[in-house]
C-alpha cells in the first residue's frame, strides 16, 4: 500500500478507471476494481464506503483533472497563441484522443453520462456540474477571442460554447457506434467554421 491515506485512495480511483472507461460503471463489479488496485474488500469500503461513492468520487477527481488540463491548454501566456488557436487546439486534442485506443485517454464524460444519469443522483449532479465547468472555460477563451479579435464579435461565448460541447459529445457517442473518426472530423469541420474570425 501508499503511504497515506490520499495515496491509498488515489490509487483505487486510478486502478478502476481504466476498468471503467472500457465497460462502465456498471460493465465493471467491485472484484475486479480491488484485484486491478491490490486491496481488500475491507480497505476499499475504508475509503469509499460504497461503489456509487466510489463513482462519485471518480468524477468529481476526472472533472478536477479535466479542469487543470483545460487551464494549461487555455493558458495564453504559456501557449503563446491567440484565443481561436487554443480553442481549434483543444478540439483537436478531443479529436485525436477520443479516435485512440488508449483507454486512459476517454472521456469518462461520454461514457458516463448516459449510464449513470437514471442510476445515481450525485453522480449525475457531479457530471453536470463538471460539463458546466468545462463549458464556462470554453466560452471564456471565446470571450478572450471577441476581445483579442481573433473570433468575430457576432459569436455569444455561453451560447457558443454550449453548442460546440454538445455537438462533441454527441460526436464521441456516434464514433463510438462507428468505430471511426467520420463523426468527430466532421465536428471539427463545423467548429472550424463556428469559431470564425472577424
Sequence with gaps: MRDTYLENKLHILQAGR???AQKGFTGVGLSEILTAAEVPKGSF???FGSKER??????EQYVAEYLQ???RMFDAHASNANARERLLR???HWLETQCCEMLEHKCLVVKLSAEVADLSDDMRVALHTGTNAF?????AVIAEGIADASLHTVLAPERTAQMLYQMWLGASLLSKLSRDRVALDAAMDVTRCVLVGP
Excluded: N, Q, T, V
Excluded at 466510489?54 to 468524477?59: A, D, K, V
Excluded at 463549458?135 to 466560452?139: M, N, P, Q
Design 18 to 20: 481504466r476498468l471503467i
Design 45 to 47: 469500503y475504508h475509503y
Design 54 to 59: 466510489y463513482g462519485l468520487e471518480l468524477i
Design 69 to 71: 488540463a483545460l487551464d
Design 90 to 92: 483543444y478540439w483537436g
Design 135 to 139: 463549458i464556462a472555460r470554453i466560452a
